[in-house]
């Protein structure tokens, strides 16, 4: 008997023992279902916000990359534009130097004619032709040969047809028809100022202006010769000339002052002897003409 109850009080020993331990580990399990769920719940967090992260970075480099391609797309269409404007400057400005070229060649053809039909006249010595001409065809595109000689040409024939006018001013002057002699003058002026004869040109057309009673514009010719200092041989006429128009001016000191300056400045000149007898008589009609105007009218 005693070993059976010693023997139930093992049992009832282990049972207790089984029942605590169940228990322990019951509460064990239970500790360790939450620790479980704890961290199955920290495990979905950090699921969702690595998801969230994720997404979040894929969506940050999908703008970015679309970003960078579009200020790829736009530097790139912007050179293209670019490209394009420079090109269509290019084409226009290409365009602009053929068309000037072929007004150029244009120009170049016609400036080819007329300079042959100018030429034409040229070889038929046409001067009057010429002359009138040239200064049409020096407006066209020559080139830098047929400018020189078509000028060089022209100079010799206005020089030729100013001669050729002077001579018939002096033989229309010789006839004391000084109006046209005086025309033929200005056309030899007119058609080259520059030439060498052009003093004498102007010396008889100032005596010409003194027929003509043009006394003021004969001083003015005599003075702009006298300006070009002339030799000798034309000087003392100069003054001589100058002398007598301010005589029929009745300017009697310049009369004698262009007397005294030839004597002074061509002392050997043949005019001198009567230089001084016209100054004498010079002064003797300054003083009659004064004694007419101080004399009382009647």
């Known amino acids: 008997m005693l070993e059976a109850d010693e023997e139930i009080r093992e049992i009832k020993k282990e049972i207790i023992e089984s029942r605590g331990l169940i228990i322990k580990t019951n509460n064990l399990t239970n500790a360790l279902s939450a620790d479980i769920k704890s961290i199955a719940k920290r495990q979905g967090g950090y699921e969702r916000r690595l998801t969230l992260n994720s997404a979040m970075a894929y969506f940050l480099f999908a703008a970015i990359t679309f970003g960078g391609l579009k200020l790829a797309s736009d530097a790139r269409i912007n050179e293209i534009e670019a490209t394009k404007d420079s090109v269509q400057r290019e084409v226009r400005e290409l365009r602009r130097e053929v068309a000037e070229q072929a007004r150029i060649v244009e120009q170049r053809e016609r400036a080819g004619q ?35 000689f078509f000028r060089d040409t022209v100079d010799r024939f206005r020089g030729e047809m100013s001669v050729t006018a002077f001579q018939s001013g002096l033989d229309l002057e010789r006839t004391g028809r000084f109006a046209e002699a005086a025309e033929s003058f200005e056309e030899s002026i007119r058609l080259r100022d520059d030439a060498s004869h052009i003093l004498q040109v102007k010396f008889h057309l100032a005596g010409c202006y003194r027929r003509l009673n043009r006394h003021r514009e004969a001083i003015v010719l005599l003075t702009q010769i006298l300006e070009r200092n002339p030799d000798r041989e034309m000087g003392d006429d100069v003054y001589w000339l100058l002398s007598i128009v301010y005589e029929e001016l009745a300017q009697w000191d310049e009369s004698r002052n262009a007397l005294r300056t030839l004597m002074r400045r061509y ?26 105007l101080a004399a009382p009218r009647r």
Do not use: M
Not at 116 to 137: M, P
Not at 267 to 292: C, F, G, H, K, N
């Open 114 to 148: 007329r300079a042959a039909a100018f030429y034409e006249l040229v070889r038929l010595q046409k001067r009057s032709e010429v002359v009138e001409g040239y200064q049409q065809l020096r407006r066209e595109r020559l080139t830098e040969a047929e400018a020189a």
């Open 267 to 292: 002392p050997t000149s043949q005019l001198v002897p009567d230089s001084r007898v016209r100054i004498s008589e010079l002064l003797i009609r300054q003083r009659d003409a004064r004694a007419q």
